[in-house]
């Protein structure tokens, strides 16, 4: 099993920045793709970015050129999420998530972390 950790959402004003931080523990070594996802008040839960281990992105049309996703490299097994220029429109929590697989299948299970709130004032 993958456990991810959320940090880093908060309170910031229109054309602000932050920065999401998802740690991954567990069977790290299994994990295909990571990205985020978020979900507003009365909204679907929607996909933000995602990163595979092959290095394909893929971005809402919403946050394109606005938000970037990227591994650390020096803190292995964490996903970032560079937040700028953010509208209140973003607000939402934030769920980090995580493919993986099993053994010797393909399948591709998923994991998702407790969220993390992020507020967008105008």
């Known amino acids: 099993q993958v456990q991810l950790v959320e940090s880093g959402g908060g309170l910031v004003q229109a054309g602000g920045s932050l920065r999401l931080s998802c740690a991954a523990s567990?069977?790290?070594?299994?994990?295909?793709?990571s990205g985020w996802d978020r979900q507003a008040p009365g909204n679907e839960r929607e996909l933000v970015a995602q990163?595979?281990?092959?290095?394909?992105?893929?971005y809402a049309d919403s946050v394109q050129g606005r938000f970037t996703i990227y591994r650390d490299n020096a803190k292995k097994n964490t996903t970032h999420l560079q937040m700028h220029m953010l509208k209140p429109e973003d607000t939402a929590v934030y769920y980090c998530?995580?493919?993986?697989?099993?053994?010797?299948?393909?399948?591709?299970?998923?994991?998702w972390g407790q969220g993390t709130q992020v507020t967008v004032s105008s």
């Open positions: 998530n995580a493919r993986f697989r099993k053994g010797f299948s393909t399948y591709e299970y998923a994991a």
């Open positions: 990163v595979t281990n092959d290095g394909r992105l893929n």
């Open positions: 567990g069977s790290v070594s299994r994990i295909v793709a």
